[in-house]
């Protein structure tokens, strides 16, 4: 089983950027599909983006143009490039690791903890 660990969350002002990092232990990420998934209080878990096991990336509307997934093999780890970052971007955010290059909650099985992301108007 893949365990992982977000970091890289924190206070930052709207149209300014952060990277979050995902680090994978246990299994080699490239051998998932990795995706970011996020949750602001009271609402839904909403797919953020992703990225397959053959690198190809995908992203929910809401964050096209903005934010952009990429993977490195060696350190193991996922990223989430963050840029003009909005206040309704706030929330919780989660990396999960599945099999399908999808968007659904459901077809990830692993999740780490979660890392806060805070936009200040």
Request: charged share 20%; net charge positive; proline share 2%.
């Amino acid at each position: 089983q893949v365990h992982l660990l977000e970091s890289g969350g924190g206070l930052v002002q709207a149209g300014g950027s952060l990277r979050l990092s995902c680090k994978a232990s246990g299994r080699f990420v490239s051998s998932y599909t990795m995706g970011w998934f996020r949750q602001a209080p009271g609402k839904e878990r909403e797919f953020v983006g992703g990225i397959s096991r053959n690198g190809d990336t995908y992203y929910g509307d809401s964050v096209k143009g903005r934010f952009t997934c990429s993977r490195d093999n060696a350190k193991n780890t996922v990223y989430l490039q963050m840029n003009s970052l909005k206040p309704e971007d706030t929330a919780v955010y989660y990396c999960a690791a599945g099999f399908s290059p999808t968007r659904l909650v459901s077809d990830f099985g692993s999740w780490g903890q979660g890392t806060q992301v805070t936009v200040s108007s």
